[in-house]
């Protein structure tokens, strides 16, 4: 298995959290918004890494870092870029992706400062969108995040947004307050399964959910009080206290 860790919109300030919660990465995406190379020299001590440019980074990085990026990691396929746009993919293509590029499985984004993951008819074509949210300068009430995706032989296996040491309950990026498996988890016999069972934009973790907004399959019985899951039929978000 490959452990990829995911930061984003580290401004020039890269934590020694944010440090330690990468540590175990065979690989490091920067989403943006980097904020001076000496970060990617420090990350790059840990891990190879892949970044693209943000809205506040000059082109001081050299040619291997530029507004999208396109790794192939243990077989699976992503499409980096800064701007949630840019990896939103509809018929007409999109403008990271040159005629005749393969689809990405795993399309990655920084720039909200918010954390996200995203699959179903949100996604597609890809399998999902993930914003790792902000290591430095969060909004929306989140702490600061990372994210990790594991991946083996072409396969996503977990996508997992986590909180840095001392931030929201979290733990080293190892807590996860979003997590692709979560649902799975929690419901076992549901027919979601772990691939429907995402958090959009919010968290299910014990101890932190303060919004939680559901995508693809929504869990409604987590707040009906039900014993089993409803499938929503389609993309929805809510708002849960």
């Given at each position: 298995?490959?452990?990829?860790?995911?930061?984003s919109?580290?401004?020039?300030?890269?934590?020694?959290?944010?440090?330690?919660?990468?540590?175990?990465?065979?690989?490091?995406?920067?989403?943006?918004?980097?904020?001076n190379?000496?970060?990617?020299?420090?990350?790059?001590?840990?891990?190879?890494?892949?970044?693209v440019?943000?809205?506040?980074?000059?082109?001081?990085?050299?040619?291997?870092?530029?507004?999208?990026?396109?790794?192939?990691?243990?077989?699976?396929?992503?499409?980096?870029?800064?701007?949630?746009?840019?990896?939103?993919?509809?018929?007409?293509?999109?403008?990271?992706?040159?005629?005749g590029?393969?689809?990405?499985?795993?399309?990655v984004?920084?720039?909200?400062?918010?954390?996200e993951?995203?699959?179903?008819?949100?996604?597609?074509?890809?399998?999902?969108i993930?914003?790792?949210?902000?290591?430095?300068?969060?909004?929306?009430?989140?702490?600061?995040?990372?994210?990790?995706?594991?991946?083996?032989?072409?396969?996503?296996?977990s996508?997992?947004?986590?909180?840095?040491?001392?931030?929201?309950?979290?733990?080293?990026?190892?807590?996860?307050?979003?997590?692709?498996?979560?649902?799975?988890?929690?419901?076992?016999?549901?027919?979601?399964g772990?691939?429907?069972?995402?958090?959009?934009?919010?968290?299910?973790?014990e101890?932190?959910?303060?919004?939680?907004?559901?995508?693809?399959?929504?869990?409604?019985?987590?707040?009906?009080?039900?014993?089993?899951?409803?499938?929503?039929?389609?993309?929805?978000?809510?708002?849960?206290?």
């Amino acid at each position: 298995m490959t452990v990829i860790g995911i930061i984003s919109d580290t401004h020039g300030q890269l934590s020694e959290a944010a440090y330690a919660a990468l540590a175990d990465s065979d690989h490091i995406i920067h989403a943006g918004d980097i904020g001076n190379p000496s970060i990617l020299r420090e990350l790059e001590t840990l891990a190879p890494v892949t970044a693209v440019l943000g809205n506040n980074d000059f082109d001081e990085y050299g040619q291997a870092v530029s507004r999208f990026a396109h790794p192939v990691i243990d077989g699976v396929r992503f499409l980096v870029a800064h701007y949630p746009r840019d990896v939103k993919i509809n018929f007409a293509g999109s403008g990271a992706l040159a005629p005749g590029d393969p689809i990405p499985q795993v399309c990655v984004h920084g720039h909200t400062h918010v954390p996200e993951i995203v699959t179903g008819p949100e996604a597609r074509p890809a399998s999902y969108i993930v914003c790792p949210g902000a290591a430095f300068r969060p909004r929306g009430g989140f702490p600061r995040c990372i994210a990790k995706v594991d991946v083996s032989d072409g396969r996503v296996n977990s996508v997992r947004v986590g909180a840095l040491t001392g931030e929201g309950g979290g733990g080293g990026g190892g807590a996860a307050i979003i997590s692709s498996e979560r649902h799975a988890a929690r419901w076992k016999g549901c027919g979601g399964g772990a691939r429907n069972a995402t958090t959009r934009g919010g968290s299910m973790a014990e101890g932190y959910g303060a919004i939680a907004r559901t995508v693809a399959h929504i869990m409604e019985a987590n707040y009906a009080g039900q014993p089993e899951c409803a499938p929503c039929g389609g993309a929805r978000s809510w708002l849960a206290a």
